[in-house]
């Protein structure tokens, strides 16, 4: 397994998106691909790869003004969960915000994702809202 920072021209963001379509959004009636997804072009992403097929994606979505980013859309393949992988996912994707000023990360987590990111450092930091019809909570972590 090897995790890769790609952009928007790889052709592992194509296999990302499906992912996260088949994850995080036919699951709720959605699709990612009625999105507007032209601003991903300013996001960081990454991916976990095995012999070219992707198995895992997260983004970063960095607010540098600020020294702060936003996580978002982490899927991983259900074949891998409970492996780590996407504990590294993050991992990457914090080390790289270090690296470039962000001392803090944010992301909005669905219930059944709330104890992974509080196993890896992430705090509740709001009430219950409502997002794509399911129950979320913001959580943030400080990197420094």
Do not use: C
């Amino acid at each position: 397994m090897d995790v890769k920072q790609i952009d928007t021209s790889s052709p592992f963001y194509l296999q990302a998106l499906s992912l996260r379509d088949a994850i995080l959004r036919k699951p709720l009636n959605l699709s990612i691909y009625e999105e507007n997804l032209s601003l991903e072009k300013l996001e960081i992403h990454f991916v976990l790869t095995q012999e070219k097929k992707v198995l895992g994606t997260v983004s970063l979505v960095p607010i540098y003004r600020e020294n702060k980013g936003n996580l978002r859309q982490m899927a991983t393949h259900e074949t891998i969960r409970g492996m780590g992988f996407g504990k590294l996912l993050v991992k990457k994707l914090e080390e790289y915000a270090m690296n470039h000023s962000i001392h803090s990360i944010r992301l909005h987590a669905r219930y059944h994702a709330i104890g992974f990111y509080k196993k890896i450092g992430y705090k509740i930091v709001s009430k219950p809202f409502e997002e794509v019809g399911i129950p979320h909570v913001a959580m943030e972590k400080a990197l420094i």
